[in-house]
T-cell receptor, first 111, second 118 residues
Framework: QKEVEQDPGPLSVPEGAIVSLNCTYS??????FMWYRQYSRKGPELLMY????GNKEDGRFTAQVDKSSKYISLFIRDSQPSDSATYLC???????????FGGGTRVLVKP | GAVVSQHPSRVICKSGTSVKIECRSL??????MFWYRQFPKQSLMLMAT?????????EQGVEKDKFLINHASLTLSTLTVTSAHPEDSSFYIC??????????????FGPGTRLTVL
């Protein structure tokens, strides 16, 4: 069983819809939770990070962490075709630098 | 700010040759850099952590003699794939962490290097 599980998709939505992404994890030591966006053949770009449980909003993006359920989510409002990419969740413990990534979800936003 | 570059962006080589990939932090100092490997439609797998002025720390299952890492300065880390074979073909991505940053230390990722071994 992988430490971090993420549905690979693809997730296809019409422009303007809400994109809902999530990851589940098994390691209760994870404290930092990140979402990255990766365009084809490019490096990942950090979108959001959250420490411990709670919600965080930044523009069209909202990240949620539920540590009791070991479940994190990312919501993208008013999705645009430029949001089409692979979205990776990543997690890290309180100490150290190692990021553990989910497998990524491919998102397609159709005009 | 916080830009990480990689060179080359793409390399094709013959089996048995060695390939060097450079990772540079352009506008910040990075005591620690990381090397990841990503297969098609799969996630990033950490290969090793590169520390300036000291030996790299390799993840379990990664051959240190095959993947040589040198972190010679606060802005440059190199990954050399020695005696490359077709199974080494992959997308190699580096990241860098800002030196001295407390709390959550964001890793900034490079654009990646696609290695194809014939």
């Amino acid at each position: 069983q992988k430490e971090v599980e993420q549905d690979p998709g693809p997730l296809s939505v019409p422009e303007g819809a809400i994109v809902s992404l999530n990851c589940t994890y098994s390691n209760s030591a994870f404290q930092y939770f990140m979402w990255y966006r990766q365009y084809s053949r490019k490096g990942p770009e950090l979108l959001m990070y959250t420490y411990s449980s709670g919600n965080k909003e930044d523009g069209r993006f909202t990240a949620q962490v539920d540590k009791s359920s070991k479940y994190i989510s990312l919501f993208i409002r008013d999705s645009q075709p430029s949001d089409s990419a692979t979205y990776l969740c990543a997690m890290k413990g309180a100490a150290g630098n190692k990021l553990t990534f989910g497998g990524g979800t491919r998102v397609l936003v159709k005009p | 700010g916080a830009v990480v570059s990689q060179h080359p962006s793409r390399v094709i080589c013959k089996s048995g040759t060695s390939v060097k990939i450079e990772c540079r932090s352009l506008d910040f100092q990075a005591t620690t850099m990381f090397w990841y490997r990503q297969f098609p439609k799969q996630s990033l797998m950490l290969m090793a952590t590169s520390n300036e002025g000291s030996k790299a720390t390799y993840e379990q299952g990664v051959e240190k003699d095959k993947f040589l890492i040198n972190h010679a300065s606060l802005t440059l880390s190199t990954l050399t794939v020695t005696s490359a074979h077709p199974e080494d073909s992959s997308f190699y991505i580096c990241s860098a962490k800002i030196s001295g940053a407390g709390g959550y230390n964001e890793q900034f990722f490079g654009p990646g290097t696609r290695l194809t071994v014939l």
